[in-house]
Nanobody
């Protein structure tokens, strides 16, 4: 079992930046691929970014490419999502997710592939 807790969300003006953190506890964090998803009101949850457990593999959703960067610190059991040039349409609840992975370079982009989820954190971008 892995517990995930997101932090770093809040209210920011358009054009600003936020860094979300997701702290993991329970199992060996090093063996888990991690992902970030978001869900805006009345919309489906969508993929934002993913990172392999080695950190070598990353992938981004089309709507955020060039705007966000995912990273991880395995020594701190934490994955990060740096978000820049935020827009009102980035307003959503952001979730981190974890999946045990055999290969260090593998990442996952689909909701159903992930085994564990955080409770989510609100990000609101004002215009």
């Amino acid at each position: 079992q892995v517990q995930l807790v997101e932090s770093g969300g809040g209210l920011v003006q358009a054009g600003g930046s936020l860094r979300l953190s997701c702290a993991a506890s329970g199992r060996t964090f090093n063996n888990y691929a991690m992902g970030w998803f978001r869900q805006a009101p009345e919309k489906e949850r969508e993929f934002v970014a993913a990172i392999s457990w080695s950190g070598d593999g990353t992938y981004y959703g089309d709507s955020v490419k060039g705007q966000v960067t995912i990273s991880r610190d395995n020594a701190k059991n934490t994955v990060y999502l740096q978000m820049n040039r935020l827009k009102p349409e980035d307003t959503a609840v952001y979730y981190c997710a974890a999946k045990p992975a055999i290969y260090g370079g593998t990442y996952y982009t689909r909701i159903h592939e992930y085994n564990y989820w955080g409770q989510g954190i609100q990000v609101t971008v004002s215009s």
